[in-house]
Structures are given as structure tokens and as C-alpha cells.
């Protein structure tokens, strides 16, 4: 595949299969001048349920801990903990285990969490959220 950047920001791609010397072209307009900008989504409701899973475990749990309650799922040590009745347990089916660990890990940039990094990867609540900087409003997480 070969690519050519013209002055009015426009390209043409030229796709070769080498079985014959027929090439497709195709000409695509593109800006130059695009945000880098990651994609938002409102995130509040899942970070809600991150720190109601956070406190209603006793803020002494790993992340991979929380997101298997917040997932639902049925384990030895969640049964053992009684943590298959609290309220936040199965409540984050809709997300995968990738996206809660993204949800935590933008909850930890933003302060709203803390962790210990050392022989586990504890998380518990941060000075956002314990009354020293609390904050309203809609949170924007990046995809």
C-alpha cells in the first residue's frame, strides 16, 4: 500500500495485492489540523459504583479484587469476605474487566482514589472524596 499526502489536503492510497498489476486507488480528503484529543464519556455512574465498591469493602482490597465484585463473580474469597451482599456486587456487569481497570486507573489520576503499590495494588478512597476537596458534577473519563 502506498500513500500520497497532496497540498489540498487530500491522499491517495494505492492498494496492490501483487497477484496482478491492477491497483485500486482511492482519493480520501483529510484535515491536517485534527484534535488529538482522546474520546469522553460520562463516566460518573461507573466511578459512583468504583467508590461505593471501594468503601463498602473496607477500602483494603486490591483493584482486581474490587472489579471481580463489581462484576459478580462467584468466588471463594468474595463468599468468604461476604462481599456477594453488599450492594455494588454485580452492579458493573455492563463494563468488562479492561474498562474497569481503566475506570480505576483515571479514578487514581484524578485523585479520587489511592493505592499502595506494594506486594498488592490496594485502593482506597482519596482526599477527594474523604470531604477535603469534594467536587460535583459530571465526571468525564476517557475511552
Request: charged content about 20%; some cysteine; hydrophobic content about 40%.
Amino acid at each position: 500500500m502506498t500513500i500520497k499526502l497532496l497540498k489540498n489536503h487530500a491522499i491517495y492510497v494505492s492498494i496492490y495485492c501483487y497477484i496482478c498489476n491492477y491497483a485500486v486507488r482511492k482519493k480520501y480528503r483529510v484535515s491536517i489540523f485534527t484534535s488529538n484529543k482522546p474520546l469522553t464519556w460520562d463516566g460518573t455512574v461507573a466511578a459512583q459504583k468504583a467508590l461505593s465498591c471501594v468503601y463498602r469493602t473496607g477500602q483494603r482490597f486490591g483493584v482486581n479484587y474490587l472489579i471481580d465484585v463489581l462484576t459478580g463473580k462467584d468466588d471463594e474469597r468474595i463468599r468468604h469476605h461476604r462481599h456477594d451482599q453488599i450492594t455494588p456486587f454485580g452492579l458493573g456487569i455492563e463494563h468488562s474487566a479492561p474498562e474497569w481497570r481503566s475506570i480505576f486507573r483515571q479514578l487514581i489520576a484524578q485523585g479520587h482514589l489511592d493505592v499502595e503499590l506494594g506486594r498488592a495494588f490496594l485502593a482506597w478512597l482519596g482526599a477527594v472524596n474523604t470531604g477535603q476537596g469534594a467536587q460535583a458534577g459530571s465526571m468525564r473519563m476517557s475511552r
